[in-house]
Nanobody, 127 residues
Framework: QGQLVESGGGLVQAGGSLRLSCAAS????????MGWFRQAPGKEREFVAA????????YYTDSVKGRFTISRDNAKNIVYLQMNSLQPEDTAVYYC????????????????????WGQGTQVTVSS
């Protein structure tokens, strides 16, 4: 099945930066689209960013465009989310997810399209 493990979360002041990592194990996800989602307290899980399996195409929700960057290293089976200019509204548990790319149309931003999920990492931005 494969496992996804997120790391890199923490507490940061507004305007600061964090880099989240998602390490995949148990199988290769090189032919999967990879995504980041987040869930704030009392809110539904929402899409943040995704990257196509070849790494050339990325897609972001409007609220993070220009601040967050998703990237992947297929050789290491790791996906990154560089988050800059963090704001209190970015506070949430961030989840890494994988979606099989075969037969799918880009972009993939719906949670039901993702078949593998990590346990999440907490990001807290103080004002």
């Amino acid at each position: 099945q494969g496992q996804l493990v997120e790391s890199g979360g923490g507490l940061v002041q507004a305007g600061g930066s964090l880099r989240l990592s998602c390490a995949a194990s148990g199988r290769t996800f090189s032919t999967y689209a990879m995504g980041w989602f987040r869930q704030a307290p009392g809110k539904e899980r929402e899409f943040v960013a995704a990257i196509w399996w070849r790494g050339g195409s990325t897609y972001y929700t409007d609220s993070v465009k220009g601040r967050f960057t998703i990237s992947r290293d297929n050789a290491k089976n790791i996906v990154y989310l560089q988050m800059n200019s963090l704001q209190p509204e970015d506070t949430a548990v961030y989840y890494c997810a994988a979606a099989p790319a075969n037969g799918r149309s880009w972009p993939l931003f719906r949670s039901y399209e993702y078949t593998n999920w990590g346990q999440g990492t907490q990001v807290t931005v103080s004002s």
